[in-house]
C-alpha cells in the first residue's frame, strides 16, 4: 500500500511530467497516452509476433495489475481474453518463493533453481502438492497463504515456510547442499505439472492448434520442452522477451492492432525475425573506439574472418562474438555471445569460473545449425531464441558406469554425458538454440565453419557479460569485458582481437562490485 499511496496512484501524472520533459514541450502538447493493461500486454507480445492465424495464449507470471495467470485467444488481429487467476494465488510467485528460501535474487535467480533441479530428487514434491498449492486436475490452482509473506510482508515466505522444510532459508553465497538440490528439482516438477494441465485445459475449452506462451514463467524452458514434446498442440511460440521487458513490444502492438484496429499479417514464420532488434555499430565506430581503448586487431574479410574462427574454435579457445544488431530479451543468441568447442570437456568449468565468474553447476546452451538440430537433439523444429529444452539424442550419450549412477547432487558434474559435454545437462538436456541462414547468416556462417574442421553442427553459446553485469552492448563494453576475463579472442563485427596482442590491462577486481550479484 505504502507504494500504491506514493507512487502507483499518480502514474498517470508522472508519466505526463517525465515524457513533457524529455520531449522539451509542455504537457498540454503531448499526443494522448495509451494504456494496455500488463497481461494484455504479454498476451500481445506473444501472439502478434506469433507465425500463427489462430492461437490460444497462456500469460504467466508472478502479478500483473491483478492477473497472475491469463488466458486469450488470439486470432487474426484480435486479442479477446477467456479467464485469468488473480492475486495473490501466483506460479511466478511460488516459483520465486522457493528462489528466495534456496537462496537465490527474486526476479533473476529463477532460471539458477531451473538449473539446479536436474542435481536434485523430487523428495518435496508430495509436501508442496499437500501444504502450499492446491492443484486442481484443470491446472487452476490456490496457494495456502499461510506460508507466504509477499502479499502483506517484504519476503517471499514466513517462519511458517521454514518450518515446513525444516531450516531457514539459505543464506546467499553459502554453499549448496543436497536440500537445495531437492528442493529445486521438487517445485520444478510442481511447475511443469501445473503448466501441463493448463495446456490440456485451454486445448480443450478453445480447440486452438496452436499456443503462444509470454510471461516470466514462459522462461522455464524445460517446462516449454514438455508442452511441445507431450502437450496436445501442434507447436508452441514463445515471445523471447517473454518478461516484462516484453511488454513494452506487446503494449505498442495493442496500440497498432487494438486502437488503431490494423491488420496482421501471417506468413509462415515470425515476424520477431531472430530478435535482433538492438543497436549495431558500423566499422568506423568499431575503430574509433577501439583505438581509445589502445586495442590491437586485425581486419579480416567474411571468408577469413570465418576460417580463421572455425581455426580457433576448433583449438578449444574461448571468444568473444560481438556482430549485428544486438539481442532483445534475456539471452544472448548470436549477437552479443560467448562461444566455444561444445566437445571440449573442459568448457564449461573454464567458462564458469574463468570467464562467467559464476556458479559451476550452471549449464550452457548450445547453437546448432537449424537444419542439422536433429542430428544432435529430440527436436524436430525451429528453437531460434532458447526457450526450449530438449533431450540429447540416445546415440550422443555416454553411458555412466555403476559407480557414477551412485552419484549424487554436484558428484555428477565432472561426469561427461555425451560426445558434445559442455552443453550436455546431467540430466542428458539441453537448452536449444537452431541457428538460421535466414536471420543471422554470419553466426551460421561460423558454425558452418567449425563444422567443416571438425564435423561438428554445434557451439556453445552465452550470453556476452559476468555474472551480475547487463549483456555488453557496444565495442568499448565488448572489449572491457574482454580483458577482464580469461577469454582468448574478440570478434567484433570484421575486427579479431587476440588477448596475447594486447597491451598490459592493469587488474582491478573493484568492477566487480559495480553491479550487485544475480
Not at 487474426?76 to 534456496?102: R, V
Not at 515466505?157 to 531450516?167: C, P, Q
Not at 536433429?374 to 555416454?398: C, G, H, K, W
Amino acid at each position: 500500500m505504502p507504494v500504491w499511496l506514493k507512487e502507483k496512484l499518480y502514474l498517470k501524472t508522472t508519466l505526463k511530467r517525465e515524457l513533457a520533459a524529455l520531449g522539451n514541450m509542455t504537457e498540454k502538447e503531448l499526443p494522448a497516452l495509451l494504456f494496455a493493461e500488463h497481461h494484455q500486454s504479454h498476451a500481445a507480445s506473444a501472439f502478434y509476433p506469433s507465425p500463427f492465424e489462430r492461437a490460444a495464449v497462456m500469460c504467466l507470471d508472478g502479478v500483473g495489475e491483478w492477473a497472475t495467470t491469463s488466458v486469450w485467444l488470439g486470432d487474426g488481429h484480435k486479442l479477446t481474453p477467456q479467464w485469468e487467476i488473480d492475486f495473490p494465488h501466483s506460479l511466478g510467485m511460488l516459483y520465486s518463493a522457493f528462489t528466495y528460501y534456496t537462496g537465490f535474487r527474486v526476479n533473476s535467480g529463477e532460471y539458477k533453481l531451473m538449473g539446479l533441479a536436474p542435481y536434485g530428487e523430487p523428495e518435496y514434491v508430495d509436501l508442496i502438492l499437500d501444504k502450499l498449492i492446491d492443484l486442481k486436475d484443470d491446472g487452476t490452482f490456490r496457494l495456502n497463504m499461510k506460508y507466504f509473506n509477499y502479499a502483506t510482508g517484504l519476503t517471499m515466505t514466513n517462519d511458517n515456510f521454514a518450518k515446513l522444510f525444516g531450516a531457514p532459508a539459505r543464506t546467499p553465497e553459502t554453499q549448496i547442499a543436497q536440500k537445495e538440490m531437492d528442493i529445486a528439482r521438487s517445485i520444478q516438477a510442481v511447475t511443469e505439472e501445473v503448466v501441463l494441465r493448463l495446456a490440456r485445459t485451454v486445448h480443450k475449452e478453445l480447440d486452438a492448434d496452436y499456443l503462444c506462451l509470454a510471461g516470466g514463467v514462459a522462461l522455464n524452458c524445460v517446462a516449454n520442452g514438455r508442452i511441445l514434446r507431450e502437450g496436445p498442440f501442434k507447436d508452441i511460440w514463445i515471445q523471447p522477451a517473454a518478461g516484462d521487458a516484453g511488454g513494452a513490444l506487446g503494449a505498442a502492438l495493442v496500440a497498432w492492432h487494438d486502437y488503431h484496429d490494423k491488420p496482421r499479417k501471417v506468413n509462415g514464420h515470425d515476424s520477431m525475425e531472430g530478435s535482433y532488434l538492438g543497436p549495431r555499430y558500423e566499422d568506423t565506430t568499431i575503430k574509433t573506439q577501439l583505438d581509445q581503448m589502445n586495442a590491437v586487431y586485425e581486419h579480416l574479410d567474411d571468408a577469413g574472418l570465418e576460417d580463421k574462427l572455425g581455426a580457433v574454435l576448433a583449438d578449444e579457445k574461448v571468444v568473444g562474438w560481438f556482430q549485428g544488431r544486438m539481442e532483445f530479451g534475456p539471452r544472448s543468441l548470436g549477437g552479443r555471445s560467448i562461444i566455444g568447442d561444445p566437445r571440449s570437456a573442459k568448457m564449461q568449468s573454464v567458462m564458469n569460473l574463468k570467464i562467467k565468474y559464476r556458479e559451476s553447476f550452471r549449464p550452457f546452451a548450445p547453437a546448432v545449425l537449424a537444419e542439422d538440430v536433429s542430428e544432435y537433439f529430440e527436436q524436430d523444429r525451429p528453437s531460434p531464441y532458447m526457450l526450449i529444452v530438449a533431450p540429447v539424442n540416445e546415440a550422443l550419450r555416454t553411458p555412466m558406469t555403476a559407480e557414477q549412477e551412485q552419484l549424487f547432487g554436484i558428484e555428477k558434474l565432472n561426469v561427461p554425458r555425451s560426445t558434445i559435454p559442455a552443453i550436455t545437462h546431467v540430466d542428458y538436456s539441453a537448452r536449444v538454440q537452431t541457428v538460421h541462414k535466414e536471420t543471422n547468416p554470419r553466426f551460421h556462417a561460423v558454425l558452418e565453419s567449425f563444422k567443416q574442421r571438425t564435423g561438428c553442427s554445434v557451439l556453445v553459446n552465452t550470453s556476452f557479460n559476468v555474472r551480475g553485469e547487463p549483456i555488453v552492448c557496444t565495442p568499448e563494453d565488448a572489449y572491457r569485458c574482454f580483458m577482464r576475463t580469461e577469454m582468448d579472442y574478440l570478434v567484433v563485427e570484421n575486427f579479431i582481437l587476440a588477448k596475447g596482442d594486447q597491451p598490459a590491462w592493469e587488474k582491478d577486481d573493484s568492477w566487480k562490485d559495480e553491479f550487485e550479484l544475480d
